[in-house]
């Protein structure tokens, strides 16, 4: 059975499932105003979805924007993301860069978590964690798929991954076209959760038809999920205090 991961003041496993809100500005100033939201808020973590940011080849402006945002957060921990376009993300940028970005904010000391796509291959998924855990950086190694759900077999096969190159957190999304998918993802979760998983995971299968997954996570063994704050980082995403709303009201009765 999976155990728990501290971080900071945010116990991960534990209780309710935790919620990331995703920071999707384009400009240095719309960042730090929608991080100003967040922390007002008290939000559980904050991820920055650095794909939609307008000087994302700029490592340095990168930088300047992930001091800023540790400034403002203060102690709600900080998940750096960089969505690659063939896994729904809003740019593509060369596998070498990608490794130079990650690593660099690794290195900064001003993230928490960094997101490593799992099938970026093996060498650079290696090389990149091992940076990680070195800077004393955790790591969440994420899958997504846009088009589809696959089957549940190969959805363990992935999370199992993830696990076995040493991420701490394990994540997947995936696509429905149909209810049953749903309840395949639904269903992958638990079997890794109960069978595989010795760290926490994060699973959702997205949009509206999706939208189950992203509550009912604490009965499955997601240990977080996604809310918004404004702007939205994929579809299915609900406002993050009406989620919150929801996940007390399972967490209550379970």
Not at 53 to 78: C, F, K, N, S
Request: aromatic fraction near 6%; hydrophobic fraction near 40%.
């Amino acid at each position: 059975m999976p155990g728990t991961l501290r971080v900071r003041s945010l116990e991960i496993g534990l209780n309710r499932p935790k919620v990331i809100t995703p920071i999707v500005g384009m400009s240095y100033d719309r960042i730090m105003e929608q991080a100003g939201v967040m922390r007002d808020m008290d939000v559980d973590m904050v991820e920055w979805r650095s794909d939609f940011y307008e000087d994302i080849g700029d490592a340095a402006e990168t930088l300047r924007v992930m001091h800023g945002l540790r400034r403002l957060l203060g102690e709600i921990p900080i998940l750096f993301t960089f969505r690659t376009k063939k896994e729904g993300g809003e740019r593509e940028i060369s596998t070498d860069y990608y490794t130079e970005l990650n690593t660099a904010v690794a290195q900064s000391g001003e993230a928490d978590f960094i997101d490593v796509e799992i099938f970026s291959g093996d060498e650079v998924v290696a090389r990149l964690i091992r940076t990680a855990h070195d800077a004393k950086v955790l790591v969440v190694g994420s899958n997504h798929d846009f088009s589809a759900t696959p089957p549940r077999e190969e959805l363990v096969k992935r999370l199992r991954k993830m696990q076995d190159m040493g991420a701490d957190i394990l994540k997947i999304a995936v696509m429905p076209k149909c209810k049953q998918d749903v309840l395949t993802l639904l269903a992958a979760t638990n079997e890794m959760y109960e069978q595989y998983a010795d760290r926490p995971l994060i699973t959702m299968s997205m949009s509206s038809m999706g939208l189950l997954s992203r509550l009912s996570g604490e009965m499955f063994g997601s240990a977080m999920t996604f809310g918004a704050a404004g702007g939205t980082s994929a579809p299915g995403q609900i406002p993050v205090r009406d989620l919150e709303q929801v996940l007390d009201i399972v967490h209550k009765y379970l």
